[in-house]
């Protein structure tokens, strides 16, 4: 056929780019949050991900999704899920980077800042591919709920904290790595778990204590080809933590029935499932009756992964409209030169950066338990932090992908990476307790302490530096002391979540971005959508700072 026309003006993809390299607001958070953290790791991690390598198995791991294979070609039920070779290779590198179970190494403990570089580590991979993560996220907040069984963390937590990756559905003993789920919510209760009917019959001891035979079933059930999991299900003292593995000690297949696999609005490359236990073979974990406690205190690690995961998402979404807008031209400019335009790609920034740095302000929490305020603010801004910047995840998403005109639209190409992030947006607001969860669990962590106190210490360094800020500073106290009533819960993790935000971009960020999230957040010189921050805002440094490669001889 002969040639009817020249292809120009498409952007270049966003490729074989270091993308810690390239996020000055991610670094600016490490500084401030973990000023020791040696940062080589991330910045090799960050090299890796934005391989083209990579993202070729980020859209082969989710366009090659997994298949249920519930018998074999005898007829025999063996329950697995097959994945793409992509997919172990994302796994592989997820493990290898240690974003799973290795924050509780004895080695990584001693650094003092485990779990802030493994969040830093998170976020980044969560930019190349999400869903994989679900598996990895699982086994990141397991793995400390497991030592309510000693015998059975001493024989796990070396797998667990491994970084390999061994999806072979054997022994854990003759595993080079583990990975856990986790497995709550049933048909007829979603996040209310105390009406689960599954229950657990007492059928002896062990060396690794009270066994049970567990009958009953688990509406949402992911990554169901991991090792073991933790349930909860129904003894005779109430509902209890349980820990069920795949492969008994003797080497048979525990009977664990897989239903069938969701097909879900997104989180493609990820296995999420329905399953139904008949005999299966479980130990306890914890006290017989005090399931809820402790799962509440795994969900508190998966909420700090719903955060951290979205606003990865938030920064990947951001790096590819202004990789777009950068390159493509539009009535004689660059996008990016144009005015509006800049509006917008500021406004994206302002907010991708406010959620890094809470994001990353409540992973530091979680290293230093050994502190009161952290403790306390680590229960305060788990629920603030994932209500606030989950919520915030699909409409920033649609608003970048608008960016890019129809080619955000298409499933294809560089530019098909954000229409997997605008479907992959609503879940980390849904899984683990969706916003209204979230509120009542902030109004809940409220009563705990002098939460007025403690938000007042964490806003003074920023007190007087803007005078919106102060306002929301002194008004806040005042709406903690009143406990808001339940209906105004939302709007409360509302609030806090913006003082925090901006009293930490005061911390860490130039002048510029504190401003202009200051006047718009809190300011009331803001509209009801992304692209309409004020005329005096300082667009060249905010979108300068954003950009996804780091400027020659940077980084």
């Not at 270049?12 to 810690?20: I, K, S, T």
């Not at 005898?74 to 997919?87: L, N, T, W």
């Not at 490359?269 to 005999?279: D, H």
């Not at 002391?481 to 930490?504: C, F, G, K």
Request: aromatic fraction near 6%; proline fraction near 5%; glycine fraction near 10%.
């Amino acid at each position: 056929m002969s040639t009817t026309h020249e292809v120009f003006n498409q952007p270049g993809p966003l490729v074989d780019v270091n993308l810690f390299a390239g996020n000055q607001a991610l670094q600016a958070a490490l500084a401030f949050n973990a000023p020791s953290l040696d940062t080589a790791p991330l910045h090799a991690l960050g090299e890796r991900v934005g391989s083209a390598e990579m993202q070729t198995h980020a859209r082969l791991a989710n366009v090659c999704t997994p298949q249920l294979k519930s018998h074999d070609r005898f007829g025999h039920r063996i329950d697995q899920v097959e994945f793409h070779p992509s997919y172990h290779a994302l796994m592989a590198a997820a493990t290898g980077a240690g974003l799973h179970g290795t924050p509780y190494a004895p080695t990584e403990q001693a650094s003092g800042h485990a779990h802030v570089k493994r969040a830093a580590g998170f976020m980044l991979f969560t930019e190349l591919e999400p869903s994989i993560l679900c598996p990895i996220s699982m086994t990141y907040a397991v793995t400390p709920a497991l030592q309510g069984n000693a015998a059975i963390y001493a024989d796990w937590s070396a797998g667990l904290t491994s970084r390999c990756h061994d999806p072979v559905l054997k022994r854990w003993r003759e595993k080079t790595g583990l990975t856990m789920g986790m497995g709550m919510t049933e048909k007829q209760g979603g996040s209310d778990v105390r009406a689960n009917t599954t229950r657990a019959e007492p059928v002896g001891q062990d060396d690794w204590g009270q066994r049970y035979r567990v009958t009953g079933h688990k509406w949402f059930f992911s990554a169901p080809m991991c090792d073991a999991f933790l349930i909860l299900a129904q003894t005779a003292s109430g509902l209890s933590c349980l820990f069920l593995p795949r492969v008994l000690p003797d080497g048979s297949l525990n009977p664990l029935a897989i239903q069938r696999l969701k097909d879900k609005l997104g989180n493609k490359a990820n296995a999420s499932s329905e399953v139904e236990f008949a005999g299966t073979t479980a130990w306890l974990v914890g006290e017989e009756g005090r399931g809820v406690p402790q799962i509440l205190a795994m969900g508190s690690m998966t909420r700090l992964d719903c955060a951290l995961g979205t606003s990865g998402l938030m920064r990947q979404a951001l790096s590819l409209a202004l990789n777009h807008a950068s390159q493509r031209q539009a009535f004689g400019k660059t996008l990016i030169e144009q005015p509006l335009m800049r509006n917008v790609l500021a406004d994206l920034a302002l907010e991708s950066e406010a959620a890094t740095a809470l994001a990353l302000r409540l992973a530091r929490s979680f290293d230093r338990r050994d502190d009161a305020h952290e403790q306390f603010m680590s229960r305060l801004l788990t629920p603030v932090a994932k209500f606030w910047i989950c919520k915030r995840g699909s409409h920033f998403a649609q608003e970048a992908m608008e960016c890019l005109g129809g080619n955000g639209y298409v499933e294809e190409g560089g530019e098909g990476v954000l229409a997997r992030i605008y479907r992959e947006m609503p879940l980390n607001s849904i899984w683990e307790g969706a916003g209204n969860i979230m509120a009542l669990d902030l109004l809940r962590a409220l009563r705990k302490a002098d939460a007025a106190e403690a938000l007042a210490h964490e806003l003074a360094p920023a007190r007087g530096m803007h005078p919106a800020l102060d306002h929301l500073a002194e008004r806040l106290p005042l709406q903690v002391q009143d406990m808001a009533t339940e209906i105004e819960a939302r709007r409360l993790a509302q609030d806090v979540a913006l003082a925090v935000q901006a009293a930490l971009l005061a911390q860490t960020a130039p002048g510029a971005v504190f401003s202009a999230f200051c006047d718009s957040r809190l300011g009331g010189q803001w509209g009801h959508s992304f692209g309409s921050l004020g005329a005096g805002t300082d667009f060249d440094t905010i979108i300068e700072r954003a950009m996804p490669r780091p400027a020659a001889g940077s980084g």
